[in-house]
């Protein structure tokens, strides 16, 4: 077979990931990058695309809560076509990379989510796999979760979670509602295990991580606050080095003051969009278990007010750690690429602009996070330039 030729993107910014390249190239070669090096550098034999001016170029964003995009809540769809659909829509906003969602549903349709994931992430490479949130959760803070479905996990469960597979697997579960050892045997096998929808207390936590829980889904939202006698969970995430938490930065489903004092934990975090079907779509309402919710200020609220996800997206997401939280943008992205693909194992190939890596950019204007271009190994057939 002959080698794909290389080619090369030339950007006035170039973020690798760790440290930002002025007037320099990425260099790719098939799915994989070649160097990133200074324009001047660039072999002449090799053909160029240069960005417009003041554009950066940067690793793709990865967006591990995806529960719906492009019209498809991956509920009502979880399917390849669906996966495919919902990846296409946050394309236009700079993910290449991302865990489609499955909220709180029938042990069936988590059956239905899993053989879907593994059935399309050998040939859409932005797939990474599967997220589900619950159905282990509490009954106590469901947020728009259906209760019916709440439940604690059977043995068929668990044989069905650690099952061969394809792509990661990342599981969102309150402790309290896992038997002791449940987290440890998804964990030896490779799951990603984060709290949420959780009133388990700080030690009930502490004794989650112990057992292998690293993730905090959507921190403060939806689990036991943070108290003066009962630091709960929120305390675990924030002490500990081995946490992983995920922030949504929309300005309304956490106060930007309290987002500003996760930052400064010892935990690691990364920002999800827990985005809905009208991201990337043509329609403001939407039904989730036979509940109407509609977008109002990029959030989506059910008819008595209850946060049903969001629209928001990660390019928004990023632009909003720099608006609300005084992050500079390297650092905001790092928290849209280095950060997620860490937490779920992909740091050796995702997240940076570095040789050997897969090629996933995202190219965009700074001023307003408008998109300019993608690629998701190194397959420029995702573009977005106008």
Same mark, same amino acid.
């Given at each position: 077979?002959?080698?794909?030729?290389?080619?090369?993107?030339?950007?006035?910014?170039?973020?690798?990931?760790?440290?930002?390249?002025?007037?320099?190239?990425?260099?790719?070669?098939?799915?994989?990058?070649?160097?990133?090096?200074?324009?001047?550098?660039?072999?002449?034999?090799?053909?160029?695309?240069? $960005?417009?001016?003041?554009?950066?170029?940067?690793?793709?964003?990865?967006?591990?809560?995806?529960?719906?995009?492009?019209?498809?809540?991956?509920?009502?769809?979880?399917?390849?076509?669906?996966?495919?659909?919902?990846?296409?829509?946050?394309?236009?906003?700079?993910?290449?990379?991302?865990?489609?969602?499955?909220?709180?549903?029938?042990?069936?349709?988590?059956?239905?989510?899993?053989?879907?994931?593994?059935?399309?992430?050998?040939?859409?490479?932005?797939? $990474?796999?599967?997220?589900?949130?619950?159905?282990?959760?509490?009954?106590?803070?469901?947020?728009?979760?259906?209760?019916?479905?709440?439940?604690?996990?059977?043995?068929?469960?668990?044989? *069905?979670?650690?099952?061969?597979?394809?792509?990661?697997?990342?599981?969102?579960?309150?402790?309290? *509602?896992?038997?002791?050892?449940?987290?440890?045997?998804?964990?030896?096998?490779?799951?990603?295990?984060?709290?949420?929808?959780?009133?388990?207390?700080?030690?009930?936590?502490?004794?989650?991580?112990?057992?292998?829980?690293?993730?905090?889904?959507?921190?403060?939202?939806?689990?036991?606050?943070?108290?003066?006698?009962?630091?709960?969970?929120?305390?675990?995430?924030?002490?500990?080095?081995?946490?992983?938490?995920?922030?949504?930065?929309?300005?309304?489903?956490?106060?930007?003051?309290?987002?500003?004092? +996760?930052?400064?934990?010892?935990?690691?975090?990364?920002?999800?969009?827990?985005?809905?079907?009208?991201?990337?779509?043509?329609?403001?309402?939407?039904?989730?278990?036979?509940?109407?919710?509609?977008?109002?200020?990029?959030?989506?609220?059910?008819?008595?007010?209850?946060?049903?996800?969001?629209?928001?997206?990660?390019?928004?997401?990023?632009?909003?750690?720099?608006?609300?939280?005084?992050?500079?943008?390297?650092?905001?992205?790092?928290?849209?690429?280095?950060?997620? +693909?860490?937490?779920?194992?992909?740091?050796?190939?995702?997240?940076?602009?570095?040789?050997?890596?897969?090629?996933?950019?995202?190219?965009?204007?700074?001023?307003?996070?408008?998109?300019?271009?993608?690629?998701?190994?190194?397959?420029?057939?995702?573009?977005?330039?106008?």
């Amino acid at each position: 077979m002959t080698e794909p030729a290389p080619h090369a993107v030339v950007a006035d910014h170039v973020f690798d990931g760790n440290s930002v390249h002025e007037r320099a190239a990425v260099i790719m070669q098939g799915a994989r990058i070649a160097q990133v090096v200074p324009r001047a550098d660039v072999p002449r034999t090799i053909s160029v695309r240069t $960005l417009p001016e003041g554009a950066w170029l940067a690793p793709g964003f990865i967006d591990l809560q995806v529960n719906g995009g492009g019209d498809v809540l991956f509920n009502d769809q979880p399917t390849s076509e669906g996966i495919c659909t919902i990846a296409a829509a946050h394309r236009k906003f700079g993910t290449t990379g991302l865990l489609p969602t499955l909220i709180t549903d029938t042990q069936e349709k988590v059956r239905l989510a899993l053989h879907a994931v593994s059935a399309v992430v050998d040939r859409e490479p932005g797939v $990474l796999g599967l997220h589900l949130e619950g159905p282990y959760l509490s009954p106590e803070i469901p947020g728009v979760h259906d209760i019916g479905c709440l439940r604690r996990p059977a043995a068929d469960d668990l044989s *069905m979670l650690i099952a061969p597979r394809k792509g990661v697997l990342l599981v969102t579960l309150a402790p309290e *509602m896992v038997p002791p050892g449940f987290i440890a045997q998804l964990a030896a096998v490779g799951v990603r295990v984060s709290l949420g929808h959780s009133m388990a207390s700080y030690l009930q936590t502490r004794a989650a991580m112990a057992e292998g829980l690293r993730g905090f889904t959507h921190l403060f939202n939806a689990m036991r606050p943070l108290g003066s006698r009962e630091p709960g969970p929120i305390a675990q995430a924030l002490e500990s080095t081995d946490a992983w938490y995920g922030l949504i930065v929309d300005g309304v489903h956490v106060d930007p003051a309290m987002l500003r004092l +996760a930052l400064r934990g010892l935990g690691h975090p990364l920002l999800v969009t827990d985005a809905m079907p009208p991201v990337g779509g043509s329609r403001s309402s939407f039904t989730l278990h036979g509940k109407n919710i509609a977008v109002r200020d990029s959030c989506c609220f059910t008819n008595d007010g209850t946060l049903a996800g969001t629209a928001l997206d990660m390019a928004t997401a990023v632009k909003n750690c720099i608006r609300l939280l005084g992050l500079s943008l390297p650092e905001a992205l790092r928290l849209a690429s280095v950060n997620p +693909a860490t937490f779920i194992g992909l740091e050796h190939m995702l997240g940076r602009l570095v040789p050997g890596y897969r090629a996933d950019l995202v190219a965009f204007d700074p001023d307003d996070m408008t998109i300019l271009a993608t690629w998701v190994a190194g397959s420029s057939e995702y573009r977005t330039l106008q």
